[in-house]
């Protein structure tokens, strides 16, 4: 069984800083893209960040500049470096593959960033 477990989130200040981890188990993803999507309250859940097989990266506009992906192979596992939080930044942080498959959502990590 996949499953793909959230950690990290917290509360944090305006301009403070977060990492969050995603271990994966079940299987190994090192050949797949793997994706941080969030979900603010009220809101859809979006895109924030992806991290290829080879290590390309690309990211949501409103993050460009503070967030960083990156992946451990070896661990099974994805991260994501938050820098100058905004209230924006708010959410619920999940991961999963990327484009997302449904059966992976795992319960996510909450971030709330204080004004």
């Known amino acids: 069984q996949v499953q793909l477990a959230e950690s990290g989130g917290g509360l944090v200040q305006t301009g403070g800083s977060l990492r969050l981890s995603c271990a994966a188990s079940g299987r190994r993803f090192s050949l797949n893209t793997m994706g941080w999507y969030r979900q603010a309250p009220g809101k859809q859940r979006e895109f924030v960040a992806l991290?290829?097989?080879?290590?390309?990266?690309n990211y949501a506009d409103s993050v460009k500049g503070r967030f960083t992906i990156s992946r451990d192979n070896a661990k099974n596992t994805i991260y994501l470096e938050m820098n100058n939080l905004k209230p924006e930044d708010t959410g619920v942080y999940y991961c999963?593959?990327?484009?997302?498959?449904?059966?992976?959502w795992g319960q996510g990590t909450q971030v709330t960033v204080s004004s």
């Open positions: 999963n593959v990327f484009p997302a498959v449904s059966d992976y």
């Open positions: 991290i290829t097989s080879s290590g390309g990266t």
